[in-house]
Protein backbone atom coordinates (compact mmCIF):
# COMPACT_ATOMS: atom_id res chain seq x y z
CA UNK A 1 0.00 0.00 0.00
CA UNK A 2 3.18 2.49 -0.82
CA UNK A 3 1.84 3.20 -4.35
CA UNK A 4 1.13 7.14 -4.52
CA UNK A 5 -2.73 7.58 -4.79
CA UNK A 6 -4.53 10.81 -5.60
CA UNK A 7 -5.85 13.87 -3.41
CA UNK A 8 -9.07 12.70 -1.98
CA UNK A 9 -11.82 15.11 -0.93
CA UNK A 10 -14.30 13.86 1.21
CA UNK A 11 -17.48 15.48 1.95
CA UNK A 12 -21.31 15.07 2.32
CA UNK A 13 -21.58 13.45 5.80
CA UNK A 14 -20.13 14.18 9.23
CA UNK A 15 -16.55 13.38 10.03
CA UNK A 16 -15.93 12.14 13.30
CA UNK A 17 -12.40 12.83 13.52
CA UNK A 18 -11.83 12.08 17.12
CA UNK A 19 -9.25 14.26 17.81
CA UNK A 20 -8.07 15.49 21.01
CA UNK A 21 -11.30 17.85 21.26
CA UNK A 22 -13.65 15.18 19.62
CA UNK A 23 -14.65 17.32 16.84
CA UNK A 24 -16.98 16.43 13.96
CA UNK A 25 -16.14 18.36 10.79
CA UNK A 26 -17.70 18.91 7.31
CA UNK A 27 -15.04 17.38 5.02
CA UNK A 28 -11.43 15.31 4.69
CA UNK A 29 -8.33 15.32 2.69
CA UNK A 30 -6.29 11.90 2.43
CA UNK A 31 -3.34 11.89 0.15
CA UNK A 32 -0.85 8.63 -0.09
CA UNK A 33 -2.67 6.69 2.75
CA UNK A 34 -2.25 9.53 5.04
CA UNK A 35 -5.21 12.30 6.56
CA UNK A 36 -3.89 15.52 4.82
CA UNK A 37 -6.67 17.66 6.69
CA UNK A 38 -9.92 17.88 8.17
CA UNK A 39 -12.53 21.00 8.74
CA UNK A 40 -14.87 23.08 6.73
CA UNK A 41 -15.63 22.13 3.02
CA UNK A 42 -15.02 25.59 1.85
CA UNK A 43 -11.53 25.14 3.67
CA UNK A 44 -10.71 21.65 2.35
CA UNK A 45 -11.56 22.77 -1.34
CA UNK A 46 -9.30 24.93 -1.15
CA UNK A 47 -6.56 22.71 0.27
CA UNK A 48 -7.32 20.26 -2.56
CA UNK A 49 -7.90 21.98 -5.68
CA UNK A 50 -10.26 20.97 -8.86
CA UNK A 51 -8.33 17.83 -10.25
CA UNK A 52 -8.95 16.11 -6.79
CA UNK A 53 -10.85 12.91 -6.87
CA UNK A 54 -14.23 13.64 -5.08
CA UNK A 55 -15.99 11.41 -2.67
CA UNK A 56 -19.59 12.76 -1.77
CA UNK A 57 -20.75 11.13 1.27
CA UNK A 58 -24.63 11.66 0.35
CA UNK A 59 -25.16 11.74 4.40
CA UNK A 60 -23.05 8.70 5.44
CA UNK A 61 -20.95 9.48 8.20
CA UNK A 62 -16.93 8.92 8.21
CA UNK A 63 -15.69 7.25 11.58
CA UNK A 64 -11.75 6.08 12.35
CA UNK A 65 -11.39 2.83 11.64
CA UNK A 66 -12.62 0.45 14.75
CA UNK A 67 -9.98 -1.04 16.50
CA UNK A 68 -10.87 -4.25 18.39
CA UNK A 69 -9.00 -5.02 21.37
CA UNK A 70 -10.20 -8.91 21.92
CA UNK A 71 -11.38 -10.45 18.62
CA UNK A 72 -9.82 -13.49 17.56
CA UNK A 73 -10.22 -13.08 14.34
CA UNK A 74 -8.15 -16.06 13.21
CA UNK A 75 -9.10 -18.22 15.47
CA UNK A 76 -12.71 -18.00 14.45
CA UNK A 77 -11.63 -17.55 10.78
CA UNK A 78 -9.85 -20.67 11.40
CA UNK A 79 -12.62 -22.91 12.66
CA UNK A 80 -14.86 -22.13 9.60
CA UNK A 81 -12.43 -23.04 7.12
CA UNK A 82 -12.12 -26.30 7.74
CA UNK A 83 -16.02 -26.98 8.65
CA UNK A 84 -19.10 -27.10 6.32
CA UNK A 85 -20.97 -23.80 7.71
CA UNK A 86 -24.22 -24.51 8.25
CA UNK A 87 -24.81 -21.01 10.89
CA UNK A 88 -27.51 -20.54 9.08
CA UNK A 89 -29.04 -24.10 8.05
CA UNK A 90 -33.10 -23.59 7.53
CA UNK A 91 -33.53 -26.81 8.75
CA UNK A 92 -32.56 -31.04 8.66
CA UNK A 93 -32.92 -31.18 4.66
CA UNK A 94 -30.52 -28.19 4.59
CA UNK A 95 -27.93 -29.77 6.49
CA UNK A 96 -28.10 -32.70 4.64
CA UNK A 97 -27.29 -31.47 1.64
CA UNK A 98 -24.51 -29.08 2.66
CA UNK A 99 -22.75 -32.39 4.19
CA UNK A 100 -23.49 -34.26 0.41
CA UNK A 101 -21.60 -31.17 -0.81
CA UNK A 102 -18.63 -31.76 1.14
CA UNK A 103 -18.46 -35.58 1.08
CA UNK A 104 -18.66 -35.01 -2.92
CA UNK A 105 -15.48 -33.52 -2.72
CA UNK A 106 -13.99 -35.55 -0.17
CA UNK A 107 -12.22 -38.64 -0.08
CA UNK A 108 -13.88 -42.03 1.68
CA UNK A 109 -13.19 -42.32 5.61
CA UNK A 110 -12.60 -38.09 5.36
CA UNK A 111 -13.59 -36.28 8.50
CA UNK A 112 -16.41 -33.59 7.44
CA UNK A 113 -16.89 -31.30 10.40
CA UNK A 114 -19.50 -28.58 10.19
CA UNK A 115 -20.41 -25.57 12.64
CA UNK A 116 -22.88 -25.44 15.20
CA UNK A 117 -25.93 -24.17 13.71
CA UNK A 118 -27.24 -20.57 14.94
CA UNK A 119 -25.42 -17.07 16.04
CA UNK A 120 -21.92 -18.00 17.23
CA UNK A 121 -20.64 -17.94 19.70
CA UNK A 122 -23.08 -17.80 22.37
CA UNK A 123 -25.99 -19.00 20.18
CA UNK A 124 -28.86 -17.38 22.13
CA UNK A 125 -30.45 -15.40 19.31
CA UNK A 126 -30.29 -18.68 17.55
CA UNK A 127 -29.04 -22.02 18.18
CA UNK A 128 -30.35 -25.95 16.52
CA UNK A 129 -33.59 -24.99 19.10
CA UNK A 130 -34.40 -22.56 16.61
CA UNK A 131 -34.59 -25.40 13.43
CA UNK A 132 -38.39 -26.41 12.52
CA UNK A 133 -37.31 -30.13 14.15
CA UNK A 134 -36.06 -28.84 17.46
CA UNK A 135 -33.42 -30.77 17.45
CA UNK A 136 -29.92 -32.04 15.76
CA UNK A 137 -30.15 -34.52 13.23
CA UNK A 138 -29.12 -37.85 14.73
CA UNK A 139 -26.67 -40.79 13.22
CA UNK A 140 -28.59 -42.76 11.41
CA UNK A 141 -30.14 -39.12 9.55
CA UNK A 142 -26.58 -38.17 9.25
CA UNK A 143 -26.15 -41.62 8.21
CA UNK A 144 -28.17 -41.33 4.90
CA UNK A 145 -26.73 -37.95 4.15
CA UNK A 146 -22.75 -39.19 3.81
CA UNK A 147 -22.84 -43.22 5.06
CA UNK A 148 -18.97 -43.02 3.42
CA UNK A 149 -17.48 -40.39 5.29
CA UNK A 150 -17.33 -40.24 9.38
CA UNK A 151 -19.32 -36.66 10.13
CA UNK A 152 -19.53 -34.41 13.38
CA UNK A 153 -21.73 -31.18 14.33
CA UNK A 154 -19.65 -29.35 16.20
CA UNK A 155 -20.26 -27.48 19.39
CA UNK A 156 -17.98 -24.38 19.93
CA UNK A 157 -18.05 -21.90 23.08
CA UNK A 158 -18.37 -23.42 26.43
CA UNK A 159 -21.86 -22.46 26.52
CA UNK A 160 -24.37 -24.85 28.57
CA UNK A 161 -26.00 -27.19 27.68
CA UNK A 162 -23.52 -27.79 24.87
CA UNK A 163 -24.28 -30.66 22.22
CA UNK A 164 -22.71 -32.35 19.27
CA UNK A 165 -24.04 -34.63 16.86
CA UNK A 166 -22.10 -37.97 15.01
CA UNK A 167 -23.16 -40.68 12.30
CA UNK A 168 -22.55 -44.09 12.77
CA UNK A 169 -19.34 -43.82 11.08
CA UNK A 170 -17.62 -41.68 13.48
CA UNK A 171 -19.08 -43.71 16.38
CA UNK A 172 -17.25 -46.63 14.76
CA UNK A 173 -13.72 -44.79 14.33
CA UNK A 174 -13.81 -43.10 17.64
CA UNK A 175 -14.53 -46.05 19.47
CA UNK A 176 -18.16 -45.93 20.93
CA UNK A 177 -20.82 -48.18 21.33
CA UNK A 178 -23.40 -49.28 23.57
CA UNK A 179 -21.15 -49.37 26.39
CA UNK A 180 -19.92 -46.25 26.49
CA UNK A 181 -21.53 -45.39 30.37
CA UNK A 182 -24.17 -43.16 30.17
CA UNK A 183 -21.88 -40.24 31.76
CA UNK A 184 -18.17 -39.94 31.87
CA UNK A 185 -15.81 -36.69 32.43
CA UNK A 186 -19.25 -34.23 32.14
CA UNK A 187 -19.96 -35.81 28.68
CA UNK A 188 -22.99 -37.39 28.40
CA UNK A 189 -24.27 -39.69 25.58
CA UNK A 190 -27.33 -40.11 24.60
CA UNK A 191 -28.78 -43.31 23.91
CA UNK A 192 -32.10 -44.62 22.35
CA UNK A 193 -34.97 -46.73 24.26
CA UNK A 194 -32.78 -50.07 23.59
CA UNK A 195 -29.83 -48.71 24.60
CA UNK A 196 -28.06 -47.87 21.12
CA UNK A 197 -26.09 -44.56 21.13
CA UNK A 198 -28.19 -42.02 19.07
CA UNK A 199 -24.78 -39.80 18.05
CA UNK A 200 -26.02 -37.06 20.24
CA UNK A 201 -23.75 -36.01 22.78
CA UNK A 202 -24.34 -33.13 25.41
CA UNK A 203 -21.86 -31.69 28.10
CA UNK A 204 -18.30 -30.89 27.87
CA UNK A 205 -18.06 -31.67 24.05
CA UNK A 206 -17.24 -27.94 22.72
CA UNK A 207 -13.85 -27.81 20.49
CA UNK A 208 -11.96 -24.90 22.62
CA UNK A 209 -12.19 -24.24 26.20
CA UNK A 210 -12.46 -27.54 27.24
CA UNK A 211 -11.46 -29.46 29.93
CA UNK A 212 -12.72 -32.96 29.78
CA UNK A 213 -10.29 -35.22 29.73
CA UNK A 214 -12.35 -37.83 28.07
CA UNK A 215 -13.42 -35.33 25.28
CA UNK A 216 -10.04 -34.30 24.86
CA UNK A 217 -8.75 -37.40 24.48
CA UNK A 218 -10.83 -40.09 23.14
CA UNK A 219 -12.35 -37.48 20.75
CA UNK A 220 -10.04 -34.68 19.68
CA UNK A 221 -7.46 -36.34 20.12
CA UNK A 222 -8.03 -38.95 17.81
CA UNK A 223 -9.48 -37.10 15.06
CA UNK A 224 -7.13 -35.65 12.54
CA UNK A 225 -5.51 -32.43 13.01
CA UNK A 226 -6.16 -29.84 10.20
CA UNK A 227 -2.39 -28.72 9.19
CA UNK A 228 -1.41 -25.56 10.32
CA UNK A 229 -1.96 -23.44 7.10
CA UNK A 230 -5.20 -23.68 8.54
CA UNK A 231 -4.80 -20.45 10.74
CA UNK A 232 -2.52 -18.35 7.63
CA UNK A 233 -6.46 -19.26 5.46
CA UNK A 234 -8.50 -18.21 9.16
CA UNK A 235 -6.43 -15.17 9.38
CA UNK A 236 -7.62 -14.10 5.45
CA UNK A 237 -11.00 -15.18 6.37
CA UNK A 238 -10.69 -13.16 9.65
CA UNK A 239 -9.51 -10.15 8.39
CA UNK A 240 -12.08 -10.00 5.20
CA UNK A 241 -15.11 -10.34 8.38
CA UNK A 242 -12.89 -7.41 10.01
CA UNK A 243 -13.12 -5.22 7.35
CA UNK A 244 -17.13 -5.56 6.87
CA UNK A 245 -17.44 -4.66 10.26
CA UNK A 246 -15.22 -0.96 10.10
CA UNK A 247 -12.36 -2.71 11.85
CA UNK A 248 -9.13 -2.05 10.52
CA UNK A 249 -7.11 -2.59 13.35
CA UNK A 250 -6.74 -5.75 15.69
CA UNK A 251 -5.11 -6.40 18.95
CA UNK A 252 -4.69 -10.07 19.74
CA UNK A 253 -3.34 -11.08 22.72
CA UNK A 254 -5.23 -14.11 23.75
CA UNK A 255 -4.95 -17.63 23.03
CA UNK A 256 -1.94 -16.29 20.66
CA UNK A 257 -0.05 -19.70 20.53
CA UNK A 258 3.56 -19.29 18.32
CA UNK A 259 1.87 -20.68 15.34
CA UNK A 260 -0.73 -17.70 14.83
CA UNK A 261 1.76 -15.22 15.21
CA UNK A 262 3.94 -17.13 12.35
CA UNK A 263 0.55 -17.37 10.00
CA UNK A 264 0.09 -13.58 10.73
CA UNK A 265 4.18 -12.75 9.74
CA UNK A 266 3.40 -15.05 6.88
CA UNK A 267 0.42 -12.76 5.73
CA UNK A 268 2.55 -9.98 5.84
CA UNK A 269 5.36 -11.37 3.92
CA UNK A 270 3.08 -12.28 1.35
CA UNK A 271 1.45 -9.15 0.95
CA UNK A 272 -1.87 -10.16 1.63
CA UNK A 273 -2.46 -8.79 4.90
CA UNK A 274 -4.72 -5.78 5.70
CA UNK A 275 -5.48 -5.41 8.68
CA UNK A 276 -3.09 -3.34 11.34
CA UNK A 277 -2.37 -6.07 14.01
CA UNK A 278 -0.44 -6.21 17.05
CA UNK A 279 -0.10 -9.95 18.59
CA UNK A 280 1.25 -11.06 21.92
CA UNK A 281 2.41 -14.60 22.32
CA UNK A 282 0.62 -16.53 25.03
CA UNK A 283 2.57 -18.15 28.03
CA UNK A 284 1.01 -22.09 28.53
CA UNK A 285 -2.05 -21.47 26.09
CA UNK A 286 -5.19 -23.59 27.06
CA UNK A 287 -7.96 -22.77 24.91
CA UNK A 288 -7.18 -25.39 22.51
CA UNK A 289 -5.11 -27.86 24.64
CA UNK A 290 -5.84 -29.29 28.11
CA UNK A 291 -7.14 -26.66 29.67
CA UNK A 292 -6.54 -25.29 32.88
CA UNK A 293 -3.84 -26.86 35.30
CA UNK A 294 -2.01 -28.85 32.96
CA UNK A 295 0.60 -27.06 32.58
CA UNK A 296 4.18 -28.07 31.59
CA UNK A 297 6.83 -25.47 33.00
CA UNK A 298 9.30 -26.54 30.48
CA UNK A 299 7.13 -25.46 27.74
CA UNK A 300 6.25 -22.13 29.52
CA UNK A 301 9.91 -21.39 29.88
CA UNK A 302 10.97 -21.94 26.36
CA UNK A 303 7.63 -19.64 25.79
CA UNK A 304 9.19 -16.78 27.87
CA UNK A 305 12.32 -16.89 25.96
CA UNK A 306 10.69 -16.53 22.59
CA UNK A 307 8.15 -13.80 23.47
CA UNK A 308 11.57 -12.15 24.19
CA UNK A 309 12.69 -12.94 20.67
CA UNK A 310 9.68 -12.17 18.98
CA UNK A 311 9.54 -8.77 19.63
CA UNK A 312 8.92 -6.46 16.91
CA UNK A 313 6.81 -3.35 17.13
CA UNK A 314 8.14 -0.89 14.28
CA UNK A 315 6.18 -2.33 11.15
CA UNK A 316 3.24 -0.70 9.67
CA UNK A 317 1.09 -3.92 9.15
CA UNK A 318 2.30 -6.63 11.72
CA UNK A 319 3.83 -6.07 15.30
CA UNK A 320 4.26 -8.64 17.74
CA UNK A 321 5.03 -6.98 21.56
CA UNK A 322 4.20 -8.54 24.67
CA UNK A 323 3.66 -11.66 26.22
CA UNK A 324 0.09 -12.69 28.16
CA UNK A 325 -0.33 -14.90 31.18
CA UNK A 326 -3.90 -16.21 32.06
CA UNK A 327 -4.85 -16.74 35.98
CA UNK A 328 -8.19 -17.88 35.57
CA UNK A 329 -10.45 -19.36 33.20
CA UNK A 330 -14.44 -18.90 31.91
CA UNK A 331 -17.44 -19.30 34.38
CA UNK A 332 -18.98 -21.30 31.94
CA UNK A 333 -16.40 -24.45 32.12
CA UNK A 334 -16.61 -23.73 36.10
CA UNK A 335 -13.32 -22.50 35.96
CA UNK A 336 -13.38 -18.78 36.89
CA UNK A 337 -11.86 -18.21 40.05
CA UNK A 338 -14.39 -16.34 41.98
CA UNK A 339 -14.29 -14.78 46.09
CA UNK A 340 -17.41 -18.15 47.07
CA UNK A 341 -18.20 -21.34 45.84
CA UNK A 342 -20.12 -21.68 43.66
CA UNK A 343 -22.00 -23.96 41.23
CA UNK A 344 -20.22 -25.45 37.84
CA UNK A 345 -22.13 -26.33 34.73
CA UNK A 346 -23.14 -29.76 35.98
CA UNK A 347 -24.22 -28.64 39.29
CA UNK A 348 -20.51 -29.51 40.97
CA UNK A 349 -19.88 -27.00 43.31
CA UNK A 350 -16.46 -25.03 42.65
CA UNK A 351 -14.35 -22.49 43.56
CA UNK A 352 -12.71 -21.95 40.41
CA UNK A 353 -9.58 -23.37 38.88
CA UNK A 354 -5.77 -22.19 39.03
CA UNK A 355 -4.17 -22.00 35.01
CA UNK A 356 -0.74 -21.42 36.71
CA UNK A 357 0.60 -21.89 39.60
CA UNK A 358 2.14 -19.33 41.92
CA UNK A 359 5.43 -20.14 41.30
CA UNK A 360 5.11 -19.60 37.58
CA UNK A 361 3.43 -16.42 37.88
CA UNK A 362 6.19 -15.35 39.66
CA UNK A 363 8.51 -16.05 37.32
CA UNK A 364 6.50 -14.46 34.30
CA UNK A 365 6.46 -11.79 36.50
CA UNK A 366 10.14 -11.30 36.85
CA UNK A 367 11.37 -12.42 33.52
CA UNK A 368 8.92 -9.61 32.05
CA UNK A 369 10.37 -6.97 34.34
CA UNK A 370 13.57 -8.46 33.54
CA UNK A 371 13.43 -8.06 29.97
CA UNK A 372 11.06 -4.85 29.70
CA UNK A 373 8.51 -7.10 27.96
CA UNK A 374 5.28 -5.80 28.43
CA UNK A 375 2.80 -8.02 30.61
CA UNK A 376 -0.89 -8.92 29.35
CA UNK A 377 -2.72 -10.53 31.89
CA UNK A 378 -6.07 -12.11 31.54
CA UNK A 379 -8.43 -11.94 34.78
CA UNK A 380 -11.68 -13.03 35.12
CA UNK A 381 -12.27 -13.59 38.42
CA UNK A 382 -12.02 -12.11 41.85
CA UNK A 383 -9.36 -13.71 43.20
CA UNK A 384 -7.35 -13.20 39.91
CA UNK A 385 -6.63 -9.92 40.76
CA UNK A 386 -6.27 -10.18 44.20
CA UNK A 387 -4.17 -12.49 44.36
CA UNK A 388 -2.50 -11.14 41.54
CA UNK A 389 -1.46 -8.07 43.82
CA UNK A 390 -0.41 -9.92 45.99
CA UNK A 391 2.18 -11.07 44.11
CA UNK A 392 2.81 -7.72 43.23
CA UNK A 393 3.50 -6.75 46.61
CA UNK A 394 5.50 -10.03 48.60
CA UNK A 395 7.82 -8.91 46.12
CA UNK A 396 8.18 -5.27 46.35
CA UNK A 397 7.88 -5.68 42.20
CA UNK A 398 7.71 -2.60 40.36
CA UNK A 399 5.43 -2.69 38.01
CA UNK A 400 4.49 1.01 37.46
CA UNK A 401 4.66 2.91 34.49
CA UNK A 402 4.85 -0.26 33.17
CA UNK A 403 2.02 0.26 30.99
CA UNK A 404 0.95 -3.51 31.49
CA UNK A 405 -2.19 -4.60 30.38
CA UNK A 406 -5.22 -6.77 32.11
CA UNK A 407 -7.54 -7.95 29.61
CA UNK A 408 -11.01 -9.35 30.36
CA UNK A 409 -11.73 -7.82 34.09
CA UNK A 410 -15.11 -10.13 33.70
CA UNK A 411 -15.75 -9.01 37.87
CA UNK A 412 -13.87 -6.25 39.27
CA UNK A 413 -14.33 -3.69 42.29
CA UNK A 414 -13.52 -0.26 42.77
CA UNK A 415 -10.37 -1.31 45.26
CA UNK A 416 -9.41 -3.34 42.11
CA UNK A 417 -9.84 -0.76 39.69
CA UNK A 418 -8.31 2.32 41.88
CA UNK A 419 -4.43 -0.28 42.28
CA UNK A 420 -4.91 -0.95 38.83
CA UNK A 421 -5.28 2.84 38.03
CA UNK A 422 -2.21 3.39 40.47
CA UNK A 423 0.18 1.48 38.72
CA UNK A 424 -0.67 2.73 35.61
CA UNK A 425 -2.27 -0.34 33.63
CA UNK A 426 -4.26 -0.46 30.84
CA UNK A 427 -7.70 -2.40 30.77
CA UNK A 428 -9.74 -4.05 28.12
CA UNK A 429 -13.15 -5.82 28.29
CA UNK A 430 -16.17 -6.26 26.62
CA UNK A 431 -20.19 -6.04 26.81
CA UNK A 432 -19.95 -9.82 25.19
CA UNK A 433 -19.70 -10.91 28.85
CA UNK A 434 -22.66 -8.45 30.37
CA UNK A 435 -25.05 -9.46 27.35
CA UNK A 436 -23.88 -13.16 26.89
CA UNK A 437 -23.42 -14.52 30.37
CA UNK A 438 -25.32 -12.09 32.59
CA UNK A 439 -27.66 -14.79 33.66
CA UNK A 440 -25.43 -17.67 33.60
CA UNK A 441 -23.72 -15.45 36.19
CA UNK A 442 -27.08 -14.40 38.40
CA UNK A 443 -28.01 -18.40 38.41
CA UNK A 444 -24.82 -19.74 39.35
CA UNK A 445 -22.66 -17.47 41.48
CA UNK A 446 -25.63 -15.37 42.53
CA UNK A 447 -27.56 -11.26 42.01
CA UNK A 448 -24.94 -9.80 43.97
CA UNK A 449 -22.28 -9.79 41.88
CA UNK A 450 -23.36 -8.52 38.43
CA UNK A 451 -22.85 -4.92 40.45
CA UNK A 452 -19.23 -5.71 39.50
CA UNK A 453 -19.87 -7.46 35.89
CA UNK A 454 -17.85 -5.70 33.20
CA UNK A 455 -18.51 -2.02 35.45
CA UNK A 456 -17.07 -0.20 31.97
CA UNK A 457 -18.40 3.49 33.64
CA UNK A 458 -16.56 2.80 36.46
CA UNK A 459 -13.23 1.74 35.16
CA UNK A 460 -13.55 5.14 32.85
CA UNK A 461 -14.02 7.04 35.71
CA UNK A 462 -11.14 5.56 37.69
CA UNK A 463 -9.15 7.36 35.21
CA UNK A 464 -7.93 4.34 33.54
CA UNK A 465 -7.43 3.80 29.47
CA UNK A 466 -10.23 1.25 28.25
CA UNK A 467 -10.35 -0.59 25.16
CA UNK A 468 -13.34 -2.68 24.00
CA UNK A 469 -14.00 -5.76 22.03
CA UNK A 470 -15.63 -8.30 20.81
CA UNK A 471 -14.68 -11.50 21.99
CA UNK A 472 -17.67 -13.94 21.21
CA UNK A 473 -19.69 -11.39 19.62
CA UNK A 474 -21.64 -9.91 18.70
CA UNK A 475 -19.29 -8.53 16.61
CA UNK A 476 -20.44 -5.98 15.41
CA UNK A 477 -18.27 -2.75 17.09
CA UNK A 478 -21.70 -1.21 16.84
CA UNK A 479 -23.99 -3.21 18.77
CA UNK A 480 -21.14 -3.40 21.07
CA UNK A 481 -20.88 0.20 21.62
CA UNK A 482 -25.22 -0.16 21.59
CA UNK A 483 -24.82 -2.72 24.64
CA UNK A 484 -22.03 -1.11 26.94
CA UNK A 485 -24.99 2.01 27.03
CA UNK A 486 -28.17 -0.65 27.77
CA UNK A 487 -26.12 -3.16 29.63
CA UNK A 488 -28.60 -5.87 27.97
CA UNK A 489 -28.38 -9.39 29.20
CA UNK A 490 -29.18 -11.39 26.08
CA UNK A 491 -31.01 -14.31 27.09
CA UNK A 492 -33.66 -12.72 29.64
CA UNK A 493 -33.53 -9.25 27.68
CA UNK A 494 -32.91 -7.75 31.62
CA UNK A 495 -30.23 -4.87 31.27
CA UNK A 496 -28.23 -4.14 34.23
CA UNK A 497 -27.94 -0.41 33.66
CA UNK A 498 -27.02 0.60 36.88
CA UNK A 499 -26.03 4.24 35.88
CA UNK A 500 -22.23 3.94 36.86
CA UNK A 501 -21.44 1.38 35.09
CA UNK A 502 -22.76 2.68 31.83
CA UNK A 503 -21.17 4.46 28.89
CA UNK A 504 -21.49 7.29 27.18
CA UNK A 505 -22.11 6.84 23.46
CA UNK A 506 -18.48 9.07 23.35
CA UNK A 507 -16.90 6.87 25.81
CA UNK A 508 -17.18 3.72 23.82
CA UNK A 509 -16.57 5.18 20.38
CA UNK A 510 -13.13 6.03 22.65
CA UNK A 511 -13.11 2.40 23.54
CA UNK A 512 -13.15 1.37 20.01
CA UNK A 513 -10.40 3.68 18.31
CA UNK A 514 -7.92 6.12 20.62
CA UNK A 515 -8.20 4.09 23.46
CA UNK A 516 -6.69 1.09 21.86
CA UNK A 517 -4.88 2.94 19.92
CA UNK A 518 -2.84 3.80 22.81
CA UNK A 519 -3.37 0.49 24.68
CA UNK A 520 -1.64 -0.71 21.08
CA UNK A 521 1.05 2.02 21.63
CA UNK A 522 0.45 2.53 17.84
CA UNK A 523 0.96 6.58 16.51
CA UNK A 524 -1.07 7.02 13.86
CA UNK A 525 -4.47 5.06 14.33
CA UNK A 526 -7.69 5.74 16.12
CA UNK A 527 -8.31 9.42 14.96
CA UNK A 528 -8.56 10.92 12.04
CA UNK A 529 -6.38 14.17 12.04
CA UNK A 530 -3.17 15.91 9.80
CA UNK A 531 -0.56 13.21 9.15
CA UNK A 532 -2.74 9.97 10.46
CA UNK A 533 -3.30 7.06 8.30
CA UNK A 534 -6.02 7.22 6.47
CA UNK A 535 -7.87 3.95 8.23
CA UNK A 536 -11.32 4.92 8.42
CA UNK A 537 -15.07 3.42 7.75
CA UNK A 538 -18.40 5.11 6.08
CA UNK A 539 -21.33 3.81 7.73
CA UNK A 540 -24.70 4.68 7.08
CA UNK A 541 -25.70 6.84 10.03
CA UNK A 542 -24.05 8.89 13.00
CA UNK A 543 -22.96 6.03 15.38
CA UNK A 544 -22.94 9.37 18.17
CA UNK A 545 -26.32 11.03 17.46
CA UNK A 546 -28.40 7.77 16.45
CA UNK A 547 -31.15 6.83 18.37
CA UNK A 548 -30.03 3.90 20.67
CA UNK A 549 -32.56 1.71 18.81
CA UNK A 550 -30.80 2.47 16.00
CA UNK A 551 -27.24 1.88 16.68
CA UNK A 552 -26.99 -1.91 16.69
CA UNK A 553 -27.73 -2.05 12.40
CA UNK A 554 -25.41 0.39 11.80
CA UNK A 555 -24.31 -0.53 8.18
CA UNK A 556 -20.54 -0.36 7.23
CA UNK A 557 -20.93 0.89 3.21
CA UNK A 558 -16.76 1.17 2.96
CA UNK A 559 -13.72 0.46 5.12
CA UNK A 560 -10.62 2.20 3.95
CA UNK A 561 -6.71 1.17 5.35
CA UNK A 562 -3.84 3.66 4.39
CA UNK A 563 -6.31 5.28 1.85
CA UNK A 564 -7.28 2.22 0.19
CA UNK A 565 -11.06 0.04 0.17
CA UNK A 566 -10.65 -3.01 2.16
CA UNK A 567 -14.06 -3.59 2.35
CA UNK A 568 -16.62 -1.80 -0.39
CA UNK A 569 -20.54 -2.03 -0.34
CA UNK A 570 -20.84 -0.18 -4.12
CA UNK A 571 -23.27 2.03 -2.10
CA UNK A 572 -20.28 5.11 -2.79
CA UNK A 573 -17.89 5.84 -5.60
CA UNK A 574 -14.20 4.08 -4.71
CA UNK A 575 -11.48 5.57 -3.23
CA UNK A 576 -9.17 3.76 -5.33
CA UNK A 577 -9.55 1.16 -8.63
CA UNK A 578 -7.77 -1.94 -7.58
CA UNK A 579 -10.32 -4.75 -7.82
CA UNK A 580 -11.75 -5.81 -4.46
CA UNK A 581 -12.52 -9.91 -4.37
CA UNK A 582 -16.00 -11.07 -4.11
CA UNK A 583 -15.62 -11.56 -0.57
CA UNK A 584 -14.80 -7.69 0.07
CA UNK A 585 -17.90 -6.54 -1.88
CA UNK A 586 -21.43 -6.67 -1.27
CA UNK A 587 -24.76 -4.43 -1.32
CA UNK A 588 -25.85 -3.49 2.24
CA UNK A 589 -29.54 -4.76 3.32
CA UNK A 590 -30.62 -2.90 5.99
CA UNK A 591 -33.82 -4.53 7.91
CA UNK A 592 -36.59 -2.57 7.95
CA UNK A 593 -38.53 -4.42 10.67
CA UNK A 594 -35.95 -2.63 12.75
CA UNK A 595 -37.42 0.64 14.13
CA UNK A 596 -35.59 3.56 13.12
CA UNK A 597 -34.39 3.27 10.66
CA UNK A 598 -34.69 5.97 7.72
CA UNK A 599 -33.47 5.69 4.07
CA UNK A 600 -31.30 7.92 2.25
CA UNK A 601 -31.01 8.29 -1.66
CA UNK A 602 -28.29 5.36 -1.73
CA UNK A 603 -30.37 2.76 0.61
CA UNK A 604 -30.56 -0.69 -0.82
CA UNK A 605 -34.44 -0.82 -0.15
CA UNK A 606 -35.40 1.78 -2.51
Known sequence: MTDAQPVTLIHGGPILTQNAKRETHEAMVVRDGKILATGTLSDMRSATGPAARVLDLDGAAVVPGMIDSHPHSMHFGGFDTIAVQIYDARDHADIFARIRQRAATTPKNGWILTTPIGEPHYFIRRSYRDLPEKRLPNRWE????????????????????????MNSLALQLLGFDSSLPDEIDDVFPEKDADGQLTG?????VNCYHNTSMFWLTRVMGRMPMPDQSVWYRGG?????RMASRGVTALYEAHAMEAVHLAAYQQMRDDGVLTMRVHGALELAPGAFGAGPGVINQDSVRADLA???KLQSVNDTMFRIGGMTMVSGS?????????????RGPFGKPTWGTLSVSHEL????????????????VIHC???????????????SLDVRGREWVVQHNTFVTDEVLRRYAEMEFHLTSTASFC????????ERIGEDVLKDLTPMGRMFAAGLNVGLGSDWGPFSPFENMALTETREIGRSGRCLDQPENKLTRQQAMDGWTVNNARLMHWEGIGALVPGAEADFAVVDRNPLTCNIADLPTTAVLKTVLAGRDIFDTGTLSRLDDAPLEPERTGAVKLDHSLPGHHCTGNCQHL
Open 330 to 342: VAYTGDARMDREY
Open 361 to 376: QREMLNYSLAHSIRLN
Open 381 to 395: GYQDHREFFEQIDSA
Open 142 to 165: LDAAAPDHPVMIQAFAPITPNVCA
Open 200 to 204: IFRGR
Open 306 to 308: LAK
Open 435 to 442: WGKGDMYA
Open 236 to 240: VLGQQ
